[in-house]
T-cell receptor
Framework: DTAVSQTPKYLVTQMGNDKSIKCEQN?????MYWYKQDSKKFLKIMFS???????INETVPNRFSPKSPDKAHLNLHINSLELGDSAVYFC??????????FGPGTRLTVL | KNEVEQSPQNLTAQEGEFITINCSYS?????LHWLQQHPGGGIVSLFM???GKKKHGRLIATINIQEKHSSLHITASHPRDSAVYIC??????FGTGTSLTVIP
């Protein structure tokens, strides 16, 4: 009955690899987000999709590409991973602009 | 300068103490949020405020729209309150978080 789920929870990989993080929500929300949380716990928005359409795309390297196959899923694909990509990535979903439900996070470590 | 500023950055308290975390913001808002993140990482929404005051158990959140300031208070703090508390204006603006440690 998890509202917003992410897989995997932990991801350890080598520099230069390509990896994906999956996010699914069963809340029926139209809007989903990806956030990056750095080592100082600072959250920064990366992308937002509304009904499979990209609506927010902050200054994020082109190596990051979100994909939304349907409004319940928003996956994050990262090409050519770099050391600086190591962070915790949170997916969230929202019924409107005033509320968000966060996933459990994916801790990405790039070696 | 961050659009949402929190203080203090770190806070250590003895069990039972009254705790206050402050948040100032410089953007227009329809609502401000307080989030809690426990060690281990999950983010939980504590409060959504657009005016006045809200209370949930030992947690109280207040907001002053004119002064663009919000506070989160914890009464009778407990070690299980140890977490990072983040104020946020969705979806763009997040405070840097306050790391709270409550010592038994």
């Amino acid at each position: 009955d998890t509202a917003v789920s992410q897989t995997p929870k932990y991801l350890v990989t080598q520099m230069g690899n390509d990896k994906s993080i999956k996010c699914e929500q069963n809340l029926g929300h139209d809007t989903m987000y990806w956030y990056k949380q750095d080592s100082k716990k600072f959250l920064k928005i990366m992308f937002s999709y509304n009904n499979k359409e990209l609506i927010i795309n902050e200054t994020v390297p082109n190596r990051f590409s979100p994909k939304s196959p349907d409004k319940a899923h928003l996956n994050l694909h990262i090409n050519s991973l770099e050391l600086g990509d190591s962070a915790v990535y949170f997916c969230a979903s929202s019924p409107d602009s005033n509320e968000q439900f966060f996933g459990p996070g994916t801790r990405l470590t790039v070696l | 300068k961050n659009e949402v500023e929190q203080s203090p950055q770190n806070l250590t308290a003895q069990e039972g103490e009254f705790i206050t975390i402050n948040c100032s913001y410089s953007v227009g808002i329809s609502a401000l949020h307080w989030l809690q993140q426990h060690p281990g990482g999950g983010i939980v929404s504590l409060f959504m405020l657009s005016s006045g005051k809200k209370k949930h158990g030992r947690l109280i959140a207040t907001i002053n729209i004119q002064e663009k300031h919000s506070s989160l208070h914890i009464t009778a703090s407990h070690p299980r309150d140890s977490a990072v508390y983040i104020c946020a204006v969705y979806p763009f603006y997040f405070g840097t978080g306050t790391s709270l440690t409550v010592i038994p």
